[in-house]
């Protein structure tokens, strides 16, 4: 069997957690969280190639598990494609300084979209 990539998907919205993961499922192997705190958790224990992060979430938001992810070693190099539907220049701004690949604005993406720019990203 090959060896999958991985990516975790860190997002409170179950409807859009679980349509992601279909979409992605054949292609990587698909990791989910529902807030920052249990992101951050799994980020760390499993290393991903590619973490797809929501900014509005319960218990840690996305700008402050980035930013704690950052701190760790293994953390500072993954990739990190922030899917949310801010579109306050502060936050991406604020995003973007934590070296996140990509920010994208939920409602102006579509499915298709994030999969393509994951598979650009991990050259798959």
């Given at each position: 069997m090959e060896n999958k990539k991985k990516i975790l998907i860190v997002e409170d919205e179950e409807s859009l957690a679980g349509a992601l993961t279909?979409?992605?499922d054949d292609n990587f192997e698909v990791l989910a969280a529902k807030n920052g705190e249990d992101g951050?958790?799994?980020a760390l224990k499993?290393?991903?190639?590619?973490?797809?992060?929501?900014?509005?979430?319960?218990?840690m938001d996305g700008i402050e598990?980035?930013?704690?992810?950052?701190?760790?070693?293994?953390?500072?190099?993954v990739e990190v494609i922030v899917l949310t539907?801010?579109?306050?220049?502060?936050?991406?701004?604020e995003v973007?300084?934590?070296?996140?690949?990509?920010?994208?604005?939920?409602?102006d993406t579509k499915l298709e979209d994030?999969?393509?720019k994951i598979k650009t990203k991990l050259k798959v």
């Amino acid at each position: 069997m090959e060896n999958k990539k991985k990516i975790l998907i860190v997002e409170d919205e179950e409807s859009l957690a679980g349509a992601l993961t279909l979409k992605l499922d054949d292609n990587f192997e698909v990791l989910a969280a529902k807030n920052g705190e249990d992101g951050l958790a799994v980020a760390l224990k499993a290393h991903p190639d590619l973490i797809l992060l929501d900014i509005v979430m319960p218990k840690m938001d996305g700008i402050e598990m980035l930013k704690k992810l950052r701190a760790d070693e293994w953390g500072k190099k993954v990739e990190v494609i922030v899917l949310t539907n801010l579109s306050d220049n502060e936050k991406v701004a604020e995003v973007l300084d934590n070296e996140a690949f990509e920010y994208l604005v939920k409602t102006d993406t579509k499915l298709e979209d994030v999969v393509t720019k994951i598979k650009t990203k991990l050259k798959v």
